[in-house]
């Protein structure tokens, strides 16, 4: 009877998620007719850009390896998007492709010949080569216009945020369906297996450096999907939207939702960008709030936001057992 209920239980989770993540869209597709306001459906666009980037650096960490270049990479994306529409008058919907291809080509050329590297090792090369993107951006002002900023680029659907707010809600959507498939398919299993113990995983036939060329490819891609998409949202790029505080910042996104997770990055993302919004009248403490939420959950959730319902529910079940005990005695 047991392992019938155990079996009844497992396939009404795996019943409940996708109504659960149907619902959410459907609640999302609503949320325009509810908030009026052009600032807010802003911050949840960039909400939806930043999940995406987010997510796809968790794609590379579970290989085992630590990237510290990742908005490079998202800059790049942005980047050639931006100035081969500007320049040459090609249409977003054509660059933003190229873009993402350009962030995913130059992502394999690095990652090639650093695939053995491992956690530190490899985070040092990409910190260095995310310095490197910021120079180039420099050297090749003339079109990229870094010191001041690149302006003029061309819009992907008009100024309005509405049109903006259902096509992010689209692309964010397909975009973790594709990044759920790739990690729980066979590629992901034996990506989590090398970074688990890349030695016992090389013992069973599995390429090391293969699998981890292929992690920073999907990843690179991703990112510099959303980096495009952004550049044809905003209109204007500075290189300070993909130094290296902003690669901090998806970390930071990712650690306080959880690393563990797929819904981890997402969940981090939504919180960190939201409840500085609810204080921005008290900017200036603004970043020691985001400090505190870190710290917070550091100490107290060691799985991100993603594990505080388990930790409620341990809580309560630990506080039912204590009243029981208390009873009996």
């Known amino acids: 009877m047991d392992v019938m209920d155990k079996q009844l239980s497992i396939r009404n989770r795996n019943l409940t998620k996708p109504a659960v993540y149907a619902g959410l869209i459907v609640i999302l597709s609503l949320l325009p007719l509810l908030i009026k306001s052009p600032y807010w459906l802003h911050v949840f666009i960039l909400i939806f850009i930043y999940i995406i980037a987010t997510v796809s650096l968790r794609v590379i960490t579970t290989s085992g390896q630590f990237p510290l270049a990742h908005a490079a990479f998202m800059g790049i994306g942005a980047y050639t998007s931006a100035v081969v529409s500007k320049e040459l008058g090609w249409t977003p919907w054509l660059t933003i492709p190229l873009g993402a291809l350009a962030a995913m080509v130059i992502g394999i050329l690095i990652a090639y010949p650093f695939a053995r590297l491992r956690a530190i090792y490899y985070a040092v090369v990409s910190l260095f080569f995310g310095i490197g993107v910021l120079q180039i951006l420099f050297v090749f002002e003339k079109w990229t216009n870094a010191y001041g900023g690149l302006i003029g680029i061309p819009y992907l659907l008009g100024a309005t945020k509405v049109p903006y707010y259902y096509f992010f809600l689209g692309l964010t959507s397909l975009c973790l369906l594709a990044l759920y498939r790739f990690e ?146």
Request: hydrophobic share 55%.
């Open 184 to 329: 729980f398919c066979r590629i992901g299993t034996n990506l989590k297996a090398i970074a688990q113990s890349y030695m016992v995983a090389s013992s069973v036939g599995i390429n090391e450096a293969r699998y981890r060329v292929i992690a920073v490819a999907v990843g690179c891609f991703f990112v510099g999907l959303a980096g495009a998409t952004y550049a044809h949202y905003n209109v204007v790029l500075s290189y300070t939207s993909f130094d290296m505080l902003a690669t901090l910042w998806l970390v930071l996104y990712a650690i306080v939702g959880g690393m563990g997770s797929f819904a981890g990055p997402i969940i981090g993302t939504a919180v960190l960008m939201v409840v500085p919004e609810l204080f921005r009248e008290l900017k200036e403490f603004v970043p020691f709030l985001s400090a505190g939420i870190l710290l917070v959950v550091v100490f107290l959730m060691p799985q991100g936001l993603v594990g505080l319902p388990q930790l409620v529910r341990s809580w309560i079940v630990r506080r039912r057992e204590r009243k029981a005990i208390t009873h009996a005695s």
